[in-house]
């Protein structure tokens, strides 16, 4: 399986414009899932939630979602990218999950970061996992990955590969993710952004890139500099997170001991 980032540095609020920038890197290379920051057509930094429903659109029926399931039927690849949805009178920071054939679903960010409590409703749908071609995929949004049970949720339901759009602004999460790797034996797609948001006097967010994709046994094999925009595609064999075993007599799975996993 071939997998890819993009790793990319929106301008806040121009939508059409990142979109423009977006698509000819998705056009040109080939793979079978490229994966997108989180919020990357609109850039991150809302001042509020009236800003953000004013950004936010529909999905599948909006028009960074409908740009994507275009581009993703023209090149025959999936993509997952992080966005920001209206649903009625509320917002929430999502990823949609799109196919060659069109719209598969969508994820609600379920662990909302900082000022992200002032502006998008609290995710409200189940970690899923997705089948995109051989492989079974499961999505998490960037600060889901501080909270273990995100990944180990989605690798119990299966999953071969976690796509994590992301507007990482903390240092931790590029190694953080070696150890989620390891711990699940799957693969985890990260894509951030770079650059610098001032939306207020006082508060300036510099995104710290690193874009990776790590294996199984925390190999990175693949990892984006710090403020560069940048595109990386990587082949990767599937079969490997489909193995737990990491010894001849130990697999991480089967010898956990969930009978004894809760608190006195």
Known sequence: MRVGFIQNNPVFGKIGYNLSKIEPLLSQY???????????????????????????????????????????????????????????????????IIGPNGYLGKYRKIHLFDTEKNCFDKGDLPLKVFNI?????????????????????LALSGADLIAHPSNLVLPHCPQAIITRCLENRIFIVTANRVGTEKRTPNNSLNFIGQSQVVDPDGDVLCRASEKQEETKVVDIDIEKSRNKYINSSDDLFTNRRPDLYRLQ
């Open 133 to 153: 071609g051989s492989a079974r995929v499961g999505v998490m949004i960037c600060f889901d990955w501080r909270f273990p049970e995100t990944a180990r949720t």
């Open 30 to 96: 080939t793979v079978d899932l490229m994966v997108l920051p989180e919020l990357f057509s609109t850039g991150y930094h809302f001042l509020n939630q009236k800003e953000a429903l004013r950004h936010s659109e529909p999905i599948p029926e909006g028009p960074t979602t409908q740009t994507l399931i275009r581009i993703s039927n023209k090149n025959k690849t999936s993509i997952i990218a992080g966005i920001a949805e209206r649903y009625g009178n509320r917002s929430y920071n999502a990823a949609v």
